[in-house]
């Protein structure tokens, strides 16, 4: 049978599942050739019951490019890289409309028609990253809900960590704090862990196609989720502190906190969004300058906790102070708007 479908030249791909007694068959777009293609598999003792083609029709991707010093040779260069991208049927650069920018980097644009796949622009993005360019993909879809997303997922930790707040407040002002007082702290972490550990990055597993391990590639992702793995250990180590008794070393938690705030204020500084397009400098503007925020109330709440642990300053109402620098940040996240 498969001799006779090399007769079909435009029948790129052919999948045969003996089990099923089903053909899978791949063709160009300009295959019309039913007739012949049912007389040729007849011929070699097979049969064909009903045809259900399907059509695959390119997904047309808009992206804007940086470099630095272009020339006709590196454009010749990005065309060739994105056109081996898997999927990629065309690629077409834009050689005569490009400006630069403040930063003297040469700004233009591309489009790709490709096949469509999950990964086909993160795949985009490192063909690009290997021929010395920038590309950052554009979203041209009005329906596309990915702005509330994300928001969703900064007010719903925003009241996490307000409810944290207040909690704490409680810990520390009743003697004999009721037990959905005492536990309320490792049960809020662990509710915060799960929401994000699901909703963080929807392109991702465990709600997008892209795997857990080929998500790393992104480093927006891969920040998210060494923010997640903090929360679960947070949650982890609160819930036995309580449930066993658990005392630790002054010294380590004093440290353990320092060294855990140090990570996430880094992570916050440095989760900057950046973009070469100038109709989204403002909206990139605004939400680095909340992103530093966010990274100051954690500055601000880890260095006032390792204050009160280590020296017990300020007196009396320190030991309040980092819950309050806890509820601001709670309170930033909730206000997050992109």
Same mark, same amino acid.
């Given at each position: 049978?498969?001799?006779?479908?090399?007769?079909?030249?435009?029948?790129?791909?052919?999948?045969?599942?003996?089990?099923?007694q089903?053909?899978?068959?791949?063709?160009l777009?300009?295959?019309?050739?039913?007739?012949?293609?049912?007389?040729?598999i007849?011929?070699?003792?097979?049969?064909?019951?009903?045809?259900?083609?399907?059509?695959?029709?390119?997904?047309?991707?808009?992206?804007?490019?940086?470099?630095?010093?272009?020339?006709l040779?590196?454009?010749?260069?990005?065309?060739?890289?994105?056109?081996?991208?898997p999927?990629? #049927?065309?690629?077409?650069?834009?050689?005569?409309?490009?400006?630069?920018?403040?930063?003297?980097?040469?700004?233009?644009?591309?489009?790709?028609?490709?096949?469509?796949?999950?990964?086909?622009?993160?795949?985009?993005?490192?063909?690009?990253?290997?021929?010395?360019?920038?590309?950052?993909?554009s979203?041209?879809?009005?329906?596309?809900?990915?702005?509330?997303?994300?928001e969703m997922?900064? +007010?719903?930790?925003?009241?996490?960590?307000? +409810?944290?707040?207040i !909690?704490?407040?409680?810990?520390l002002?009743?003697?004999?704090?009721?037990?959905?007082?005492?536990?309320?702290?490792?049960f809020?972490?662990?509710?915060?862990?799960?929401?994000?550990?699901i909703?963080?990055?929807?392109?991702?597993?465990?709600?997008?196609?892209i795997?857990?391990?080929?998500?790393?590639?992104?480093w927006?992702?891969?920040?998210?989720?060494?923010?997640?793995?903090?929360?679960?250990? !947070?949650?982890?180590?609160?819930?036995?502190? !309580?449930?066993?008794?658990?005392?630790?070393?002054?010294a380590?938690? #004093?440290?353990?906190?320092?060294i855990?705030?140090?990570?996430?204020?880094?992570?916050l500084?440095?989760?900057?969004?950046? &973009?070469?397009?100038?109709?989204?400098?403002?909206?990139? #503007?605004?939400?680095?300058l909340?992103?530093?925020?966010? +990274?100051?109330s954690?500055?601000?709440? &880890?260095?006032?906790?390792?204050?009160?642990?280590?020296?017990k300053?300020? #007196?009396?109402?320190?030991?309040?102070?980092?819950?309050?620098?806890?509820? !601001?940040?709670?309170?930033?996240?909730?206000?997050?708007?992109?």
């Amino acid at each position: 049978m498969r001799r006779k479908l090399k007769q079909f030249p435009e029948v790129v791909q052919a999948r045969i599942d003996t089990k099923t007694q089903k053909a899978y068959l791949e063709a160009l777009p300009s295959f019309d050739q039913y007739v012949a293609l049912e007389h040729a598999i007849e011929d070699a003792g097979g049969a064909i019951s009903m045809f259900h083609p399907s059509y695959v029709v390119p997904k047309a991707v808009h992206a804007t490019l940086g470099v630095k010093g272009r020339t006709l040779d590196k454009i010749d260069q990005l065309e060739t890289r994105l056109k081996g991208v898997p999927g990629v #049927r065309q690629a077409i650069v834009d050689e005569d409309r490009w400006f630069t920018n403040e930063q003297g980097i040469d700004v233009g644009g591309a489009v790709v028609f490709a096949d469509p796949n999950p990964k086909l622009q993160m795949n985009l993005v490192q063909a690009g990253k290997a021929a010395g360019f920038i590309l950052e993909p554009s979203d041209h879809d009005p329906n596309s809900d990915k702005q509330a997303w994300s928001e969703m997922n900064h +007010a719903f930790a925003g009241l996490c960590l307000m +409810a944290l707040a207040i !909690i704490g407040f409680l810990q520390l002002s009743l003697s004999r704090p009721p037990w959905f007082v005492s536990y309320g702290t490792a049960f809020i972490w662990l509710a915060l862990f799960v929401f994000l550990f699901i909703r963080s990055d929807r392109g991702s597993w465990p709600l997008g196609p892209i795997s857990w391990w080929d998500s790393f590639r992104q480093w927006e992702t891969a920040q998210h989720r060494i923010g997640i793995g903090l929360i679960l250990l !947070i949650a982890v180590g609160d819930f036995m502190r !309580i449930r066993k008794g658990w005392t630790v070393n002054p010294a380590m938690s #004093r440290w353990g906190t320092l060294i855990i705030g140090g990570i996430g204020c880094w992570l916050l500084f440095s989760h900057l969004h950046s &973009t070469l397009d100038p109709a989204h400098e403002k909206a990139v #503007r605004r939400m680095n300058l909340q992103h530093q925020a966010m +990274a100051t109330s954690v500055l601000f709440f &880890t260095l006032s906790k390792f204050a009160w642990e280590a020296w017990k300053v300020p #007196r009396k109402w320190g030991q309040y102070l980092w819950l309050i620098f806890l509820g !601001i940040l709670g309170l930033l996240l909730n206000l997050y708007a992109e």
